[in-house]
């Protein structure tokens, strides 16, 4: 059985998809990246050990509109063991200051940077995602797609889901795939290589895996994205980033 094509229509405020190229400043793609539309999916309903969310289709509902933010973001970050041991009880915790004197931090350094970034403004889009379960979980499809369009329908999620940063959330609504947008941009665009996904999508992940980014050379036709399958020779793979 064909999996069913699921649709969200999304808004937010502000939104900021980061070029991987840029390491210190931020500034957005134009429109949301297939990366970042899988992870709302994955915040309403996921099990990374039986299927993936695979996104298809991205359709743009407002022109890209760009506003520019100065950020405060902290510099370090506790290392993955030593929450661990916080949690566990195991070690007391101990604040990782984003500001301060000599006196609390010993030194004349500050724990936070600032750090300029180019931001989407009042985004709205409808996407467009089919489960895409693992071998062996494959009868289970249907019961994926139910639970899925529950959560959705009553709004629920396991975290709220974000356009790119935290601090940007997205709001959603399940909505029938063949229904029109409330509205829609003429926009036509080649962006270049875009970022596809952050992660290997031809396996299921764990806490463990590394990034794994890949690119596709993303083009906007009358207001729709197409995302290729991640398996489509049009996705550029392997490139692996080392910590």
């Not at 931020?26 to 539309?37: E, G, K, L, M």
């Not at 309403?44 to 969310?53: A, D, H, M």
């Not at 695979?54 to 506003?67: F, K, N």
């Amino acid at each position: 059985m064909d999996p069913k094509d699921q649709a969200l229509e999304v808004w937010g405020e502000f939104a900021c998809f980061s070029r991987p190229e840029l390491k210190v400043e931020r500034f957005s793609y134009p429109v949301i990246t297939p990366s970042a539309a899988r992870a709302i999916y994955d915040a309403i309903y996921c099990k990374p050990s039986e299927f993936r969310w695979q996104v298809t289709r991205i359709e743009i509902c407002g022109p890209p509109r760009y506003v520019a933010l100065r950020r405060n973001e902290v510099k370090d970050k506790a290392p993955v063991k030593t929450i661990g041991d916080w949690m566990s009880g195991k070690r007391e915790p101990e604040p990782l200051w984003a500001d301060g004197d000599r006196d609390l931090l010993g030194n004349d350094m500050k724990g936070r940077t600032q750090r300029q970034t180019m931001a989407l403004k009042d985004v709205r889009y409808r996407l467009h995602a089919h489960v895409s379960p693992w071998p062996g979980f494959e009868d289970r499809l249907q019961a994926f797609e139910a639970q899925f369009r529950r959560r959705a329908a009553k709004g629920k999620c396991i975290y709220q889901p974000y356009f790119g940063c935290r601090e940007f959330p997205a709001y959603f609504e399940l909505v029938e795939p063949d229904a029109p947008p409330a509205q829609t941009v003429a926009l036509d665009a080649d962006l270049g290589l875009m970022l596809y996904d952050v992660f290997d999508l031809s396996r299921p992940g764990t806490n463990q895996s590394k990034p794994s980014i890949s690119l596709f050379r993303a083009k906007v036709e009358n207001g729709v994205l197409v995302v290729p399958e991640y398996g489509s020779p049009e996705v550029i793979k392997s490139l692996e980033v080392h910590a």
